[in-house]
Each structure stands twice: as structure tokens, then as C-alpha cells.
């Protein structure tokens, strides 16, 4: 879901710029720098992520990897996901200098959503059971999400919101499927390794 | 020796054990998610292969032909299934201008790919002086090869035309794979090299930030 230079117009370039330097403010705000490894690990994860593909019939759909990037490091995934935007669009040349802003808002911020999904889901639902589908649900939201808000950016090109939005859904239900197990049995696993990350997260 | 690698904590070896794995285990599926445009000249016509990598092409993606030298569109048209897409050279290349193909696939995906004028120069195009050229080559036929002198099938000598096509018909058949390979070198992923390269700065950046850290707290 990376947008290509050229095809935004400038306010929105501009706008998707502010907001995700809005977000990276915050985020390195309330990162705790004990956690640093972590969100350089997960970083490196989410950089990597985009080049296994899940085969969608007719498109091609990678993993996006945001909705786990967010369940486990919340706001700071947005410092996490602009290093790792930033390196794919110097060494693979996906995306691009100029869009950087808004794919990593689009990505960032739907992370920032799925995290907070999360919680509220494991707020009403506690115990080990609630906090699998808490994380399956972070997981496929945090794509959902941000499938909707690179729509969003495209409503103001010619390609329109309805039919980018449909496109983009439609190509990333197997994503979903995948990134919500994948989250889930990420959350589970560490939660039995490494249950300190998890006390950390709060902020 | 071994006392080094011995004391070295256990921690950071598991991780880069877990990178390497993980690494070494990427370049099977790896397929950039960037759609590529690979355009080439062919007789009095240019070819355009387009691809999100090499076993998907982009089907009925728009493409666009511009004229580099004033922005003006030129023409549009639709690839095929195969990801081509073929049109006749356009008079603007033929009057020196580049030409800028663009394919957009929707979701965001666009590329462009440049030709520069002079790729057009050996274009089938009428000669701006025939008389020259074809002294030029009657004189280089002569004294390159006079056993063999070259014929069309009407008896006469062959013109600096009928030559300029059959050397361009010879260079296209020979220059094809050429081209393919080309094609398929624009078209391939991201190496090893880079995905190893950004988790270095990854890493890196984040051991940055924990140094700082230590030394200000």
C-alpha cells in the first residue's frame, strides 16, 4: 500500500506530512527509551514484512505488518514505521521521498488505531482468550485501517474513494486473514517469553 | 580465543542467529511491490512491458505517452494481458523530442520510464539527406565486401534505405534477448544486499539512540 510519487496532489502531500511529523512527535514523546531495541526490532520487522507476499489472485498483496508493529508498541510505532518507510523507499524504491509523509501517516495512524482496539478489547474481555482475539483483531484492523486511509488519500485523484477503498479492501482480506494470525500468535508467544513488554506498552 | 566469543552476551547472538535465518530464508518470496515499466525500440515501433515483478504483469494498466521535451500527451492505450503494450513511433519523437511512458495500475501505483531522443535517431525515418548517405554506403559496400555486392530483387543496387532496414531488422532479432534480459533486471526486487543494508540501519539507528541516551542519563 505504498503510494507512488507524482500522483497526490500537494495539499495532500503537505497535510499527510504535518500529520505524520504530528504523530513521530508524540510517539518518540511517549516512547520509553528502555524499550528502544524493541521498536528498532519490530522496525526492521515491518521493513522486511513488505516484501512477503500473499498471493490475492489476480494482484499482488504483501504483508503490511502495522497492526502488530501497533499492538505492541502503540503511539511509538509511528517513529518505528517512518524509519522503515524511509528505508524502502531509499534501498527498494517503494514509495518515495516526497509521499513518505503520507504512507507513513496512512500506516502509522491505522497502527495507533489497531492499538487502541487492542486494549478495549482486552479491557472488557480478560484472560488469555480475550487477548488472542484482542490481537487477532489489532492485527486485521490495522491493515483494514489503513487500506481505508490510503483510499482516503486517493479520494482527491481521479481514481476516486469509493473505488480505490473497494480495490484496496478487497485485495488485502487475505492480509488481514494472515496478519491476524500472525499477530496473535506473536502476542501469545511473547506474552509467555517476555511478559515485561507488555507492562512497558503503557503509555 | 574462544574465551571472546565465550564471554560475548548471549542475547544479541540469538537475535542476529534469528535475523540471519530469517534473511537467508526471504529471497524465495521476495517481490517488489512497485510496478515497473521497461520501454524499448523496435523497427518503426516502441515497446512497453510492464510488471508488478516478473510473473505478474500489469494487465489493462493505463498507459500514457508524454512528450518529454514539452509535457504534451502524446497517446493512451491499455496493456494486454501479458503486460505489453505497442505503438507506431510518434512524429514528435521523429522531429527530436523524448518521449515519457507512464503506466498507472490504480491504488497508488504509477512509474514512468524516459526515452531519450536519441534512442529514436535510427528510427525509420526519411533521411534528411538521401544522396549523401547513399554515396556513403555505396562507397563503404564497395570497398568492405566487392565479391558480394548486395542486390534487391528488382536488380538493382541496394539503396542506404533498403540497407538501414535490414541491419535494423538483423540488430532487433539479435539484440531481442538482450532486451529480455534488460527488461528482467529493471524488473527484479530488491537483493539481499538492500534488505541486509536497511536492517543494518534499523539496528543501527536504534543503538545510535541508545547511546546518546546513556551518555545524557
Known amino acids: 500500500m505504498h503510494i507512488a510519487e507524482g500522483i497526490l496532489s500537494p495539499v495532500v502531500l ?9 504523530g513521530t512527535a508524540i510517539g518518540l514523546r511517549k516512547l520509553d527509551y528502555d524499550r528502544l531495541m524493541t521498536v528498532g526490532i519490530l522496525s526492521a520487522a515491518f521493513f522486511v514484512g513488505s516484501l512477503i507476499h500473499v498471493p490475492v489472485g489476480f494482484s499482488s498483496a504483501h504483508l503490511i505488518l502495522n497492526g502488530l508493529v501497533g499492538v505492541l508498541l502503540g503511539w511509538a510505532a509511528f517513529p518505528a514505521i517512518l524509519t522503515a518507510l524511509l528505508l524502502q523507499a531509499v534501498l527498494f524504491q517503494f514509495g518515495g521521498f516526497t509521499v513518505l509523509g503520507v504512507n507513513a501517516f496512512t500506516m502509522g495512524f491505522s497502527s495507533v488505531l489497531a492499538w487502541y482496539c487492542y486494549r478495549g478489547i482486552i479491557g472488557i474481555w480478560p484472560g488469555p482468550t480475550g487477548i488472542r482475539a484482542a490481537a487477532f483483531c489489532g492485527g486485521a484492523l490495522g491493515v483494514a485501517l489503513a487500506a481505508a486511509l490510503t483510499a482516503l488519500a486517493l479520494a482527491f485523484t481521479s481514481e476516486g474513494f469509493q473505488t480505490a477503498a473497494q480495490l484496496l479492501l478487497w485485495a488485502h482480506l487475505p492480509v488481514m486473514l494472515a496478519e491476524g494470525l500472525i499477530t496473535m500468535f506473536t502476542v501469545v508467544f511473547i506474552q509467555r517469553v517476555r511478559p515485561e513488554m507488555f507492562q512497558a506498552a503503557r503509555a | 580465543m574462544n574465551t571472546v566469543f565465550l564471554l560475548a552476551p548471549r542475547r544479541p547472538a ?73 505503438f507506431p513511433v510518434p512524429p514528435a519523437a521523429r522531429a527530436g523530442h523524448g518521449l515519457r511512458i507512464q503506466i498507472a495500475a490504480g491504488e497508488g501505483h504509477r512509474n514512468e520510464w524516459i526515452m531519450d531522443a536519441s534512442e529514436f535517431s535510427g528510427a525509420d525515418a526519411p533521411a534528411a539527406s538521401p544522396m549523401e548517405k547513399a554515396e556513403g554506403a555505396g562507397s563503404a559496400r564497395d570497398t568492405a565486401a566487392p565479391s558480394a555486392p548486395a542486390q534487391t530483387q528488382a536488380g538493382r543496387p541496394a539503396t542506404a534505405d533498403d540497407v538501414r532496414a535490414i541491419v535494423n531488422a538483423a540488430l532487433d532479432a539479435k539484440l531481442g534477448p538482450i532486451r529480455r534480459d534488460l527488461a528482467a533486471q529493471v524488473n527484479a526486487g530488491p537483493g539481499l544486499r538492500d534488505i541486509i543494508g536497511g536492517i543494518g540501519w534499523i539496528l543501527g539507528l536504534a543503538g545510535m539512540g541508545l547511546y546518546f541516551r546513556g551518555r545524557r542519563g
Open chain 1, 14 to 22: 503537505g497535510a499527510g506530512a504535518a500529520l505524520a511529523a504530528a
Open chain 2, 14 to 86: 540469538v537475535m542476529l542467529a534469528a535475523l540471519a535465518l530469517l534473511a537467508a530464508l526471504l529471497p524465495a518470496p521476495v517481490q517488489a511491490h512497485r510496478i515497473n515499466i521497461f520501454a524499448w525500440l523496435e523497427g518503426d515501433s516502441v515497446m512497453v512491458e510492464c510488471g508488478f515483478n516478473r510473473s505478474s504483469p500489469v494487465r489493462s494498466g493505463l498507459i500514457t505517452v508524454f512528450d518529454d521535451a514539452n509535457g504534451k500527451e502524446l497517446l493512451q492505450g491499455h496493456t494486454d494481458d501479458k503486460g505489453h503494450f505497442s
